[in-house]
């Protein structure tokens, strides 16, 4: 089992920035994939970025050139630059390990003036 915690959400102007950071509960080694899911109000959950134990990463297009995703041993961040009000959702932190799915509880991020 892994647990994973987020953090770093909150309240920010658009064209602000956060960053959101996540981390698992032990040291994943290799042949994984982590990333983050949004899920805005009253919409279906959806991609946002992964990255591989390889550092290949897949970008949503709705957040492309604005948000980054890195990894470190047992984390995984997402740097969000140039926010939107669109970007407003509960992000999860999500980790694909041999087959097994694992999420995080969320972080809550709010773009508004």
């Known amino acids: 089992q892994v647990q994973l915690v987020e953090s770093g959400g909150g309240l920010v102007q658009p064209g602000g920035s956060l960053r959101l950071s996540c981390a698992a509960s032990?040291?994943?080694?290799?042949?994984?994939?982590m990333g983050w899911y949004r899920q805005a109000p009253g919409k279906q959950r959806e991609l946002v970025a992964t990255?591989?134990?390889?550092?290949w990463t897949n970008y949503a297009d709705s957040v492309k050139g604005r948000f980054t995703i890195s990894r470190g041993k047992n984390t995984v961040y997402l740097q969000m630059n140039s926010l939107k009000p669109e970007d407003t959702a509960v992000y999860y932190c999500?980790?694909?390990?041999?087959?097994?799915?694992?999420w995080g509880q969320g972080t809550q991020v709010i773009v508004s003036s």
């Open positions: 990255i591989t134990d390889a550092i």
């Open positions: 999500t980790l694909v390990l041999r087959g097994d799915d694992y």
């Open positions: 032990r040291i994943i080694s290799s042949n994984y994939v």
